[in-house]
């Protein structure tokens, strides 16, 4: 069994939304801008024009960080949100009774409801629109124009993902509270 | 840097208020329930069907066709992926791209053929067959050619871009005899195409792969996405081995990833330009070698541009630029080149001034020598496609263009603002009664929206074809419903530039609805005019009586083209076969079939390297360099262009030096063009204290007007919001959310204000393709606020080009 992490390229991210949209065709998300499982979060630029700080402005693209100590999964009551044999972090609508605890434990701010099933939803790596078909590579980053994400195996060695974590530089959001995510920005 | 940022997003609201069941809900809402409530329509999600096909096409969303591998589940689109093979979209597709299935699923649409029934732009239509709406066309049209005595001209067309553009084209110009043709190039690139035709020999492509400094003033790639540009560049920005420099009165999301942005006053790039010609040539930091041997006219040029005195110094007072930063620019320019760009732009559609803008930008950028060099401005190669030929009738009654006069060089694609306010205003030199409007919305794509209304109200008859009941579908007598791209074969088309190859739009799924793709509509309308039409010219014509006594009429009739329909009779798909085997063979058509690409040694060059990226030919195979002995050559990539129009311009060229050209003297002898690109006072209008510039732009989620309904894509961005200087907005008291009227000479708008520090202090901007009116556009209607409605229609003396960055307008809160 594999351990899917993702790699984001960040700084090559031009906020087109491209993935945002792949995502809600891929996996059926309901239509409606609070409905996502994906996004770009977009940092206001420091300075008064004309001296704006370039850097100061910069595009990040997120979604569920697939945390390898999830906080979303331990306050489930009802093992609704469970690591599957791949390492990602999954939530079965079944079992799902939208007591809505994992969205307050989650720090990533990255799940939403579903107004369809009334579960919570979140994104799954399209694991089962996807990589349970065999493809291997999930839908925001196939379609991304700058191809900021790289996506696989991080118990590989030989994965392009894990050359990339060994050669460059990267970080991942709020480390500090230990929930060791398998997102991975690129510096 | 770290940047922690939640999932709320800015300028991001929702259209739905609620949402209801599921796909085939849709189309059962009445509108009323429409207007308030939203479908998740076409969002199926991926499932495990056992009958899944892959289907390669062409994404129609907006101009690029990018190559897409649908993914068809039991007949029914879930997903739109990209194609790998097509090395043009280099294995993308944006956020337009994915929501294709949107287009398809609109309940919206165009449904089936219709003819108005109340008040022209009232918007009530009745529904009919095809056979009905072609015979009603028939009639109308029939009666205004035999009242303007075969003067086929009467009637007008236009057209927006697209792959059957050309089917529709040669219908109504070679077939029908139409001259008075208008498209979208007036009022978007003209400027740009002709000016670097003129200048370096063709538009070219920017090799953006692989140049280390680019200039790029204007045009802001990360949000009105061009392919390959804007995959190639913004992988290499930031560091990664391109260096950029925005000017722009904007902080685009281009902006955020330059190394230096400066802003510039709106309207002075000629100045800037001129200025950085001025620095490399007092300092002979140009390429001397290459200058000598490709220019002509260098030394004239020379003293032109120092006689001028075009200095820094000078140019700082009309750009805002500093001076030494001009200076720093032109030297880090030099020191690149020949693998440094100064980008051509695409929407040029600008300033008064803009031909010689472009041309000043090109001769600049070919001093550095990187012209048909790797890194630089290439020209590249394309494969060839066999032809499809079509016998056109020739009219001896038809009269020429309206608006020729009104600019210097009116070319086949017309100056729609000429064109339209010739016939307006009364100097028509003939009536023009009639206009056929193929994906085009001239009511919304047009500067002055009053007026194009007032046109079409004109008219004694107007037929519109389109997919979506747009504000020019409002002001029809008949509607054609076109099949949207999936449901379609379109014509083969061959993309040029250094990895060449040909791609096709094969149908995905059957219409949905009673929709034809344009090859049939014209076959349908050739097969009831062309009778009728031929006796009226039979009437009038007497080059045609002559030789009806000289052979007979019936094989006048067919010999000549006459037959209307003759060359639209074949499938798209068995031209596409013939275009295609007459070169290649059969097994490549079999490739274009199953994989949507075809090139030479594909099978052998196409490889995958990394996750994400592939290679399509290896280095040395491709054609960076083309051009041998001299600066001509025959390959567009580029899809906006129209070869014909350009290979014009290019001929006269070619007679003239075969170099790069920075005197134009026979185009001053002949048309009073200045020679050379000369900055003029008049034609650059201060922004009065107070006031503000308007300018305008386009979107990465949106496609003019042709998106505004698609309901994926406003959830990305539902409204236009106007960007004002945030301190002042607030002097005026205007914040975020605010409603403001935006008031020019020729009619005012209201939108949402937007205060930021990302524009200057007298320029507003919003972008274009919202405001419809269009009652039948359930999400678009009334969203937003119509960039045309306050544009005025000021239009470049050479082209007559669209001038859309010289509107004063004043700010106020309401
Ligand atoms: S598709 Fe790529 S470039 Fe576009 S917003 Fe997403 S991550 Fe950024
Ligand atoms: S990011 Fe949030 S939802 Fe995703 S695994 Fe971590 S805690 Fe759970
Ligand atoms: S990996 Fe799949 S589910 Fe997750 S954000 Fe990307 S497209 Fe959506
Ligand atoms: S750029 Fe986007 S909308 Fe345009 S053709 Fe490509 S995928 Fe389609």
Redesign the pocket.
């Known amino acids: 069994m594999a351990r899917y992490g993702m790699a984001l390229d960040y700084k090559s991210c031009i906020n087109c939304k491209a993935?945002e949209s792949?995502?809600k065709e891929?996996?059926g998300i309901l239509l409606g801008a609070d409905k996502h499982?994906?996004w770009v979060g977009v940092n206001d630029i420091a300075g008064i024009f004309p001296d704006l700080s370039i850097g100061s402005s910069s595009f990040e693209p997120s979604?569920?960080q697939q945390c390898d100590n999830a906080p979303c999964q331990e306050v489930c009551p009802t093992s609704a949100t469970y690591y599957d044999d791949n390492g990602v972090v999954r939530v079965n609508p079944d079992q799902c009774i939208l007591c809505t605890y994992c969205m307050q434990a989650c720090p990533y701010d990255a799940r939403y409801i579903d107004d369809r099933t009334l579960t919570v939803d979140k994104?799954?790596?399209?694991s089962d629109t996807r990589l349970a078909n065999g493809e291997t590579t999930?839908?925001?980053?196939a379609t991304c124009p700058t191809k900021v994400r790289i996506f696989g195996d991080l118990d590989d060695p030989t994965s392009e993902i894990s050359q990339v974590l060994r050669d460059r530089e990267h970080y991942s959001l709020k480390e500090h509270l230990g929930t060791k995510p398998k997102l991975f920005y690129l510096t | 840097m770290k940047t922690e940022i939640s999932r709320r997003r800015f300028i991001q609201g929702t259209v739905a208020l609620t949402v209801v069941g599921a796909s085939a809900a849709a189309t059962a809402l009445s509108k009323a329930e429409e207007k308030t409530k939203i479908v998740d329509f076409g969002l199926t999600k991926t499932s495990f069907s056992t009958n899944v096909q892959e289907v390669p096409t062409l994404c129609e969303m907006c101009v690029n066709k990018c190559a897409a591998l649908a993914r068809v589940e039991d007949g029914v689109i879930t997903k739109l992926n990209p194609n790998p093979l097509f090395p043009k979209s280099r294995n993308m597709l944006c956020a337009r791209g994915n929501a294709g299935i949107q287009a398809l699923e609109d309940p919206d649409r165009l449904k089936f053929p219709m003819i108005r029934v109340g008040e022209r732009g009232e918007g009530k239509f009745m529904r009919v067959t095809w056979d009905e709406a072609f015979e009603y066309v028939k009639d109308k049209m029939v009666k205004i050619i035999d009242e303007e005595e075969d003067n086929r001209s009467t009637i007008g067309y236009c057209a927006g871009e697209g792959m059957a553009e050309h089917t529709f084209q040669s219908f109504m110009n070679k077939k029908i005899g139409l001259k008075n043709f208008v498209n979208h190039a007036s009022i978007c690139l003209a400027t740009t195409m002709s000016g670097y035709a003129l200048t370096i020999g063709g538009y070219g492509q920017a090799d953006l792969e692989n140049a280390e400094y680019v200039i790029m003033a204007g045009a802001n790639r990360a949000e009105a996405i061009i392919t390959p540009d804007t995959m190639d560049m913004f992988k290499r920005t930031k560091g990664s081995g391109m260096k950029l420099i925005v000017i722009d009165p904007r902080f685009t999301n281009t902006a955020a990833h330059a190394d230096k942005w400066l802003t510039i006053e709106v309207g002075t790039d000629l100045a800037f330009v001129l200025a950085l010609t001025y620095v490399s040539m007092t300092e002979e930091s140009y390429n001397k070698r290459y200058v000598e041997e490709n220019f002509s006219d260098f030394e004239a040029y020379k003293k032109h541009i120092i006689g001028n005195e075009y200095t820094p110094e000078w140019a700082e007072k009309l750009t805002g630029i500093k001076a030494d930063e001009i200076r720093k620019v032109a030297r880090d320019f030099m020191a690149h080149a020949p693998r440094s760009i100064y980008y051509q732009g695409r929407r040029t559609a600008w300033s008064l001034q803009d031909f010689q803008l472009r041309r000043a930008q090109a001769i600049f950028s070919a001093m550095g020598g990187g012209i048909d060099q790797k890194g630089g401005i290439i020209f590249g190669d394309n494969i060839p496609l066999g032809k499809h030929e079509i016998t056109a009738p020739l009219y001896t009654n038809t009269l020429g263009r309206i608006e020729r006069g009104k600019a210097a060089l009116i070319g086949n694609n017309g100056s729609w603002i000429a064109w339209r306010n010739t016939i307006i205003d009364g100097t028509s030199p003939y009536p023009v009664r009639a206009l056929f409007a193929y994906k085009q919305n001239p009511m919304l794509s047009v500067p002055n929206t009053a007026k194009t209304k007032q046109m079409l109200e004109k008219m004694d008859l107007v037929v519109v074809i389109d997919t979506m009941p747009s504000d020019t579908v409002m002001m029809a007598d008949v509607v054609f419903p076109e099949s949207i791209y999936l449901e379609r074969e379109d014509p083969i088309k061959t993309f040029g530039g250094a990895e060449p190859s040909i791609a096709l739009r094969k149908k995905v799924v059957d219409a949905k609805y009673d929709t034809k793709p344009v090859i049939e509509i014209m076959r349908g309308l050739g097969e009831k005019l062309s009778k009728p039409l031929f006796e009226i010219s039979r009437k009038y014509d007497e080059d045609l009586q002559e030789e009806i006594d000289d052979y007979d009429a019936e094989s006048v009739f067919k010999d000549n083209g006459y037959d209307l329909a003759d060359g639209f009779r074949h499938s798209q798909e068995t031209i596409n076969h013939h275009m295609v085997t007459s070169k290649h063979g059969e097994e490549a058509w079999k490739t274009l079939r199953e994989k949507g690409v075809y090139y030479p040694n594909m099978d052998k060059y196409f490889k995958k390297l990394t996750v994400n990226n592939y290679e399509y030919y290896p280095e040395h195979k491709k054609s960076y360099s083309v051009i041998e002995g001299d600066l001509v050559n025959e390959s567009y990539h580029d899809t906006c262009v129209d070869i014909n129009e350009i290979s014009v311009l290019k001929k006269t060229f070619r007679t003239e030096t075969e170099k790069i050209s920075c005197a134009l003297y026979n185009l001053e002898e002949q048309k009073g063009v200045d020679a050379m690109p000369k900055w003029r006072d008049e034609l650059y209008t201060p922004t009065p204290k107070g006031k503000f510039k308007f300018v305008t732009g386009r979107h990465g989620q949106f496609t003019q007007s042709g998106t505004s309904n698609n309901a994926l894509l406003l959830d990305l961005l539902p409204e236009n919001y106007v960007w004002i200087n945030s301190r002042v907005a607030a002097a005026k008291d205007i914040k975020f959310g605010d409603m403001v009227e935006i008031k020019s000479s020729i009619g005012s708008i209201q939108i949402k204000a937007y205060p930021t520090e990302k524009i200057g202090n007298n320029v507003v901007f919003f972008i274009h393709g919202f405001g419809a009116d269009s009652d039948e556009l359930s999400l678009a209607h009334h969203r937003g606020a119509n960039d045309n409605a306050i544009i005025e229609d000021k239009y470049e003396a050479i082209f007559g080009a669209a001038a859309m960055h010289e509107t004063i307008v004043e700010v106020r809160r309401v």
Do not use: G, L, V, W
Request: glycine fraction near 0%.
């Open positions: 993935c792949a995502c891929e996996n499982r994906i979604q569920c994104c799954n790596f399209c999930t839908a925001c980053q």
